[in-house]
């Protein structure tokens, strides 16, 4: 006789929802902005929200007037594929804490906290990258962070970085170590604006595909050397202003570029006022 298999519904429970689910966690500066979330009309129906620690779900994604919540916890089910502008401009965020990322299905995070200007703490230990293609803007305009780990980051999907980290001017230091870039081709003003960064290890970057490099470092004003001796620059078309106002910058390595077939370089050592 065929043994029959035993079955918790709770262990059953809890294993869909860990496969089947994103889950964040969302602490609030105040309720000043109410806005917190961006969803698209098409997906609603697979974003759940609860506010502070309570078990019924709320139908809505903003916050009103007289709502007094510390936090908001969001559960994603599979069927969402995209982080595009899910937090855009959520300026009322000073945390989000992503608990569990078991899934490989995101394929888009361009804009995905852009504008989140009071963010302070974004855990993304637990985030899985592995099929995103674009991520463009993805922390753009997150000017009170101070610090990003990306250790986890699988980047060898994405084509589009550009205005990644763009005024992120709280950042002090980046490890993009073990960023694959192998298949990126823009990298338009990705570290622009970012005025508290000291150092940059770009060594492990791969742009043989790049074409655009405009903006790449500009106002990047605490950096005060830059290695660049590893990029392959013959499909550059556009360095347009690429170390704009880089005041500090003292070492400039960029001994193996071709700029061949660059089209423009106006601006591109402008206000460099410290480089001899």
């Known amino acids: 006789m065929q043994k029959r298999l035993s079955l918790d519904i709770n262990d059953y429970i809890e294993y869909s929802q860990s496969y089947s689910s994103i889950k964040i966690e969302l602490k609030l500066l105040d309720n000043k902005y109410a806005k917190f979330i961006n969803i698209s009309e098409k997906d609603k129906e697979y974003y759940h929200i609860y506010f502070d620690d309570s078990k019924e779900e709320i139908k ?15 559960r994603i089910d599979y069927q969402a594929k995209s982080f595009n502008n899910l937090f855009y401009n959520s300026k009322s965020i000073s945390s989000i804490i992503f608990k569990k990322y078991v899934r490989t299905n995101i394929n888009d995070m361009n804009s995905a906290f852009l504008g989140c200007s009071s963010l302070k703490e974004l855990s993304l230990s637990k985030f899985t990258t592995n099929n995103v293609t674009d991520m463009s803007y993805m922390f753009s305009g997150c000017s009170s962070l101070n610090e990003l780990n990306l250790s986890n980051f699988n980047t060898n999907n994405v084509t589009n970085m550009r205005y990644m980290f763009y005024y992120c001017k709280s950042l002090k230091e980046l490890n993009l170590s073990k960023f694959n870039t192998n298949n990126i081709t823009n990298l338009s003003s990705i570290f622009s604006g970012c005025s508290s960064l000291k150092h940059i290890d770009l060594s492990n970057f791969n742009t043989n595909k ?20 590893n990029f392959n620059t013959n499909n550059v078309t556009n360095m347009n202003s690429m170390f704009y106002y880089c005041s500090s910058l003292k070492e400039l390595n960029l001994s193996n570029f071709n700029t061949n077939n660059v089209n423009n370089m106006s601006s591109i050592f402008s206000l460099c006022s410290s480089l001899k």
């Open 60 to 74: 809505r994604f903003n916050l009103n007037q007289n709502d007094k919540v510390n936090k908001i916890k969001i």
């Open 210 to 229: 790049v074409t655009d490099m405009g903006f790449m470092f500009a106002s990047c004003s605490s950096l005060k050397e830059l290695n660049l001796s």
